[in-house]
């Protein structure tokens, strides 16, 4: 049964513990693990850890696939195709020159962007237990 009292999602039936949403997700774009907030979230540049070395979550149940991808996408779509129709309005200069510019821009803001943005999917999936972060045998998780 889900409860929803502010931003604090409750899954798992009584004594659950809470999993606030918004910190979840934060502690997640920070690379950190959702649960504590201490430890690593990656060990590697965008693969997770399999357990928190903190607090010993186990992170092997995310499955982020392609959402922090098509969110990268349209984030930064977004900020650049912005910038570079301003940038045009303002100044006349050739295609290459853009090409120049916003080439390099868009593969640097993505990369500088997919891990945050990974880890804040991740963040989302545990705050909502989702694929095995409930820990209840009656959602598909982990007894225990």
Not at 86 to 104: C, E, G, K, N
Not at 123 to 143: E, I, K, N, T, V
Request: hydrophobic share 40%.
């Amino acid at each position: 049964m889900n409860e929803r009292a502010g931003s604090t999602v409750k899954y798992g039936g009584e004594g659950a513990p809470d999993r606030p949403l918004g910190r979840s997700i934060r502690r997640g774009l920070s690379c950190r693990c959702p649960n504590c907030g201490d430890g690593r979230l990656f060990r590697a540049f965008l693969k997770p850890v399999d357990h928190c070395a903190v607090c010993g979550e186990d992170f092997t149940p995310q499955r982020a696939d392609d959402l922090p991808a098509y969110l990268v996408i349209v984030v930064v779509g977004h900020v650049l195709m912005t910038g570079y129709l301003l940038t045009d309005m303002f100044w006349r200069v050739s295609p290459w020159i853009h090409m120049a510019i916003w080439i390099p821009l868009a593969i640097i803001a993505a990369i500088a962007t997919i891990q945050p943005i990974k880890g804040g999917v991740i963040g989302l999936q545990w705050a909502y237990r989702m694929h095995g972060f409930s820990r209840d045998p009656d959602r598909g998780g982990p007894a225990g």
